[in-house]
């Protein structure tokens, strides 16, 4: 539903006196997009990921740190997951493109393959 003329000026009129009030609180509304915010939660998942893996490792230590471990890679997992997903397929494949965010980038193309690929065969009956 668009927005009336009366609504739309007095829109214009809060952009105009943000932009006046607070310059670089409007530019970093105006740079802002869900795929910064989405690579933004990704990149902390995977660094995550990467401390739960080091806890997990120092099982020597004790085993809750190795369980804490586990866990903290399980969240940072599905945590990179549900952004991918949320990304959707034409701003993965932009990422891809862009070839930037070597990390992302990767994880895009895997995500595209295993969508492509669709689901699996599931288990056989004998």
Do not use: C, N
Not at 20 to 29: G, Q, V, W
């Amino acid at each position: 539903m668009p927005l009336s003329e009366h609504e739309q000026r007095i829109l214009e009129e809060m952009e105009r006196r943000l932009a006046e009030e607070d310059p670089r609180l409007a530019d970093s509304i105006a740079k802002a997009t869900v795929t910064t915010h989405a690579l933004s939660r990704i990149r902390w998942g995977l660094a995550g990921f990467l401390v739960g893996f080091v806890l997990l490792m120092l099982f020597a230590l004790s085993v809750w740190v190795a369980v804490a471990g586990f866990v903290v890679m399980l969240g940072s997992a599905l945590t990179v997951y549900s952004y991918l997903k949320r990304m959707g397929r034409d701003q993965l494949r932009s990422i891809e493109r862009g070839g930037r965010l070597s990390i992302t980038a990767a994880l895009a193309r895997m995500t595209e393959r295993i969508r492509r690929r669709g689901p699996g065969p599931g288990p056989s009956q004998s």
